[in-house]
């Protein structure tokens, strides 16, 4: 180490200023369950969070979430609002929507900007009318990738450690084998140095692996695998520098720099965490150097990108995955291993940091049948945001990575992060500036026929709630209704200009989801990986009694589909019809001879039928038609008699009964001068039984028995989640996420069965 600085994280903290100022932040997404059915609700709770510190941000105060199906479609586009870095609702799967899986986005105008190199990372989901079809798919879907591995085109690539080999260096070469979609493939083979075998091939985990190899002038190298496929080695370098990970544990990251001769080179070593700069280290290296970063430069648990440069130029990057440990513990107890259908139950939840103390955080928990669990898009809130988030490209089973379960978790993440190669980024001085897309409120704009000789307009806004507020525009017409606003004033924001007639007042409001949709087309997508395996979904058909049976599909048919309105346009709907907005009027035609024979007559109506004429039997205009009153239609022959007076005979006397039109809140919206614009989805209430639903004959066949998207626990990190069983006899599954908000973040599962009596 004599030949080397390390230069303090105090000091640096000055140098990473400017990239600071250019972080943005990530949006991660947690269904309440991960396979939904056509026609029922599902639940969501979002975190909005520092790409950089993982700490929750409050930069953006609006979620813009959509649901895409497999082939682009948007089938949801809906608002909502972030408070403190957090988001929780409602979506209703509808009941046309197509099975397939479905990718769940959300975007804020500080996760979303003009740089179009940011990936999209969606959360998928699974559709399906019923979720014993999963069966079916599943079988099918094991099927199909038994064929692809036969049949489909196989991948085997090389990854020297650092980026390159170098003539007489003693270097990692890491592998990994694939194919299909990406999916990993077992394999073996040969490392041959002119044709004789220097080092075996062996998969460590999920098709990837790693040997040694100390490259000579003159030779040639090639891997042959078991089923005789023949690969190159990339090129070999005739000299340069290379970096090496020696050591990587609880108290510092030890490198080893390696020069291919003797000469003495000048290098710096740069290390960021998330873009944060973290260490630098200079020195000399003649031959071989070690290096040694200490933990504490790395202040939190993530990727850290370690490059090496000589003089301004990178020739070699290392990813070195620091603190594993740093993350919030769960306990997750129930008061019961196995329940009867309708029991209550509850579970005791615990958090602590690493270690050991109690934490106050807050806690997402949903409980769930767990046939509703989509393995092929599984990922939790520790692979989201310090794996996937972190790297290009499509991680597989990232959920992995972070079960203590698996002892060779962190060597498994280790080969991952060396089979993404050097990224050889194009290094700049400072970062390209990119500008937000998105706004956190509504912005509008209202203009004008005539020129207004006032500074500032006046627009009325209401909600269908019937809360109303003012707001001013800006000089030039511009106006923006602001996310408080919004959140007092749930569902669509109604909008009428309180300008005269004369000014012919037209109000118009930028887009968001169709900024979303044309800037997210040039951007990578990558998502998480996973085989589907065939499942057991558990009972479904279920049984409250002898006398009730739940029936798997009912189906009812309307003969005419209804114009849904929400309560403001309802009225509105009501007003027109009550009104008349046609030219039809009604008069009373009475009989004088026969009192009772009293008509109420339809006029302008059908083509061809002439208005009642003007006589003493007419008590002339009386108002516009009823609809769903019954009104008589005629067609009157009119001539003249011999004294030179009008007379008519009635003839072709329809009955009919007057309709109900029916207009689209566009045309309303017209009629009556408004506009309307999208606010934030309104806030439902997840159902939970009460004692006199739990003793109710009516089947009760939920497979979600809890959503809570905000628990938070007491000083001494505990909270207790109430539960009720459904009559549904299966395997219930938990899912317990927490964040403490400052950066630290944990993830939990439990279960147990419900049971018949």
């Given at each position: 180490?004599?030949?080397?600085?390390?230069?303090?994280?105090?000091?640096?903290?000055?140098?990473?200023?400017?990239?600071?100022?250019?972080?943005?932040?990530?949006?991660?997404?947690?269904?309440?369950?991960?396979?939904?059915?056509?026609?029922?609700?599902?639940?969501?709770?979002?975190?909005?969070?520092?790409?950089?510190?993982?700490?929750?941000?409050?930069?953006?105060?609006?979620?813009?979430?959509?649901?895409?199906?497999?082939?682009?479609?948007?089938?949801?586009?809906?608002?909502?609002?972030?408070?403190?870095?957090?988001?929780?609702?409602?979506?209703?799967?509808?009941?046309?929507?197509?099975?397939?899986?479905?990718?769940?986005?959300?975007?804020?105008?500080?996760?979303?900007?003009?740089?179009?190199?940011?990936?999209?990372?969606?959360?998928?989901?699974?559709?399906?009318?019923?979720?014993?079809?999963?069966?079916?798919?599943?079988?099918?879907?094991?099927?199909?990738?038994?064929?692809?591995?036969?049949?489909?085109?196989?991948?085997?690539?090389?990854?020297?450690?650092?980026?390159?080999?170098?003539?007489?260096?003693?270097?990692?070469?890491?592998?990994?084998?694939?194919?299909?979609?990406?999916?990993?493939?077992?394999?073996?083979?040969?490392?041959?140095?002119?044709?004789?075998?220097?080092?075996?091939?062996?998969?460590?985990?999920?098709?990837?692996?790693?040997?040694?190899?100390?490259?000579?002038?003159?030779?040639?190298?090639?891997?042959?695998?078991?089923?005789?496929?023949?690969?190159?080695?990339?090129?070999?370098?005739?000299?340069?520098?290379?970096?090496?990970?020696?050591?990587?544990?609880?108290?510092?990251?030890?490198?080893?720099?390696?020069?291919?001769?003797?000469?003495?080179?000048?290098?710096?070593?740069?290390?960021?965490?998330?873009?944060?700069?973290?260490?630098?280290?200079?020195?000399?290296?003649?031959?071989?150097?070690?290096?040694?970063?200490?933990?504490?430069?790395?202040?939190?648990?993530?990727?850290?990108?370690?490059?090496?440069?000589?003089?301004?130029?990178?020739?070699?990057?290392?990813?070195?995955?620091?603190?594993?440990?740093?993350?919030?513990?769960?306990?997750?107890?129930?008061?019961?291993?196995?329940?009867?259908?309708?029991?209550?139950?509850?579970?005791?939840?615990?958090?602590?940091?690493?270690?050991?103390?109690?934490?106050?955080?807050?806690?997402?928990?949903?409980?769930?049948?767990?046939?509703?669990?989509?393995?092929?898009?599984?990922?939790?809130?520790?692979?989201?945001?310090?794996?996937?988030?972190?790297?290009?490209?499509?991680?597989?089973?990232?959920?992995?990575?972070?079960?203590?379960?698996?002892d060779d978790r962190l060597q498994a993440l280790d080969l991952l992060l060396l089979t993404q190669g050097w990224r050889r980024y194009v290094w700049e001085s400072e970062p390209t500036p990119s500008r937000p897309l998105l706004t956190d409120g509504v912005s509008g704009m209202q203009i004008t026929k005539r020129d207004i000789n006032c500074k500032t307009q006046v627009i009325k806004t209401f909600s269908p709630n019937g809360d109303t507020c003012l707001i001013l525009t800006d000089s030039l017409g511009g106006f923006e209704i602001?996310?408080?606003?919004?959140?007092?004033?749930?569902?669509?924001?109604?909008?009428?200009?309180?300008?005269?007639?004369?000014?012919?007042?037209?109000?118009?409001?930028?887009?968001?989801?169709?900024?979303?949709?044309?800037?997210?087309?040039?951007?990578?997508?990558?998502?998480?990986?996973?085989?589907?395996?065939?499942?057991?979904?558990?009972e479904q058909i279920v049984f409250s009694d002898d006398k009730v049976i739940l029936l798997e599909d009912v189906v009812v048919k309307a003969k005419r589909r209804s114009v849904y309105h929400d309560k403001v346009t309802g009225y509105l709907d009501s007003l027109a019809n009550v009104e008349g907005m046609g030219t039809e009027w009604v008069c009373i035609h009475i009989n004088r001879d026969d009192i009772t024979d009293t008509m109420f007559i339809l006029n302008d109506y059908y083509s061809g039928f002439t208005a009642h004429p003007?006589?003493?039997?007419?008590?002339?205009?009386?108002?516009?038609?009823?609809?769903?009153?019954?009104?008589?239609?005629?067609?009157?022959?009119?001539?003249?008699?011999?004294?030179?007076?009008?007379?008519?005979?009635?003839?072709?006397?329809?009955?009919?009964?007057?309709?109900?039109?029916?207009?689209?809140?566009?045309?309303?919206?017209?009629?009556?001068?408004?506009?309307?614009?999208?606010?934030?989805?309104?806030?439902?209430?997840?159902?939970?039984?009460?004692?006199?639903?739990?003793?109710?004959?009516?089947?009760?066949?939920?497979?979600?028995?809890?959503?809570?998207?905000?628990?938070?626990?007491?000083?001494?990190?505990?909270?207790?989640?109430?539960?009720?069983?459904?009559?549904?006899?299966?395997?219930?599954?938990?899912?317990?996420?927490?964040?403490?908000?400052?950066?630290?973040?944990?993830?939990?599962?439990?279960?147990?069965?419900?049971?018949?009596?």
């Open positions: 180490m004599k030949h080397c600085r390390i230069i303090s994280a105090l000091l640096l903290a000055l140098l990473a200023m400017s990239a600071i100022a250019q972080t943005q932040d990530f949006v991660y997404i947690l269904p309440s369950k991960e396979i939904a059915e056509t026609g029922e609700d599902l639940w969501f709770k979002a975190y909005l969070m520092d790409r950089q510190t993982f700490a929750l941000s409050d930069r953006s105060q609006t979620l813009y979430l959509q649901i895409r199906t497999a082939t682009d479609s948007v089938v949801w586009s809906e608002k909502y609002p972030l408070l403190g870095g957090c988001a929780d609702g409602h979506i209703y799967v509808g009941d046309k929507w197509p099975q397939g899986e479905y990718l769940i986005e959300g975007y804020t105008r500080s996760s979303f900007t003009t740089d179009t190199a940011q990936a999209l990372h969606p959360r998928r989901i699974r559709v399906v009318e019923r979720v014993a079809q999963m069966d079916a798919i599943s079988a099918k879907a094991v099927r199909d990738d038994s064929i692809q591995k036969r049949t489909a085109t196989h991948r085997f690539n090389l990854f020297p450690e650092g980026g390159n080999l170098i003539y007489g260096v003693n270097s990692v070469v890491a592998f990994k084998a694939t194919y299909s979609n990406g999916f990993p493939e077992d394999v073996t083979g040969k490392v041959l140095e002119d044709g004789r075998e220097i080092a075996e091939i062996q998969c460590q985990h999920d098709g990837m692996g790693q040997f040694m190899v100390t490259p000579q002038q003159g030779k040639e190298y090639k891997v042959v695998l078991s089923d005789g496929q023949a690969v190159p080695f990339p090129k070999i370098e005739s000299n340069g520098l290379s970096l090496k990970l020696v050591r990587n544990n609880p108290f510092g990251i030890t490198l080893l720099v390696s020069a291919s001769d003797s000469v003495a080179h000048p290098f710096k070593i740069v290390a960021k965490l998330n873009g944060m700069l973290c260490s630098e280290a200079e020195g000399m290296v003649r031959g071989q150097q070690f290096v040694r970063l200490p933990k504490a430069l790395f202040p939190i648990q993530g990727i850290a990108e370690i490059t090496l440069l000589e003089g301004d130029r990178p020739v070699a990057e290392r990813l070195v995955y620091v603190n594993p440990d740093a993350r919030l513990n769960i306990t997750a107890t129930t008061n019961d291993e196995r329940y009867f259908r309708r029991d209550t139950g509850t579970v005791r939840l615990q958090v602590t940091d690493s270690a050991g103390r109690p934490i106050q955080a807050e806690l997402a928990v949903s409980i769930f049948d767990k046939a509703y669990l989509y393995q092929p898009g599984h990922e939790n809130i520790l692979s989201h945001s310090y794996l996937s988030e972190q790297i290009r490209g499509n991680v597989f089973n990232p959920t992995y990575y972070f079960d203590t379960q698996n602001d996310p408080e606003l919004m959140q007092k004033m749930p569902g669509n924001i109604y909008l009428k200009s309180l300008l005269t007639n004369k000014y012919k007042a037209k109000l118009l409001f930028a887009s968001p989801f169709d900024t979303i949709n044309a800037y997210r087309l040039d951007r990578p997508q990558y998502l998480s990986q996973n085989h589907i395996f065939e499942s057991d979904n558990g003007e006589s003493n039997y007419c008590e002339g205009k009386i108002g516009k038609p009823i609809p769903g009153k019954e009104y008589t239609v005629l067609k009157v022959h009119t001539y003249i008699d011999d004294v030179g007076r009008e007379c008519g005979v009635f003839y072709n006397m329809i009955q009919i009964v007057y309709p109900k039109r029916t207009y689209t809140d566009e045309q309303l919206l017209r009629m009556y001068g408004l506009s309307r614009a999208q606010g934030y989805n309104p806030k439902r209430e997840f159902y939970e039984p009460d004692s006199f639903d739990r003793s109710s004959p009516s089947p009760d066949p939920r497979n979600l028995l809890q959503w809570r998207p905000a628990v938070f626990t007491n000083e001494n990190g505990v909270a207790e989640i109430p539960f009720t069983a459904s009559d549904v006899n299966t395997e219930f599954i938990g899912i317990v996420e927490a964040i403490d908000g400052t950066g630290q973040m944990g993830c939990q599962t439990f279960s147990f069965r419900v049971l018949k009596k």
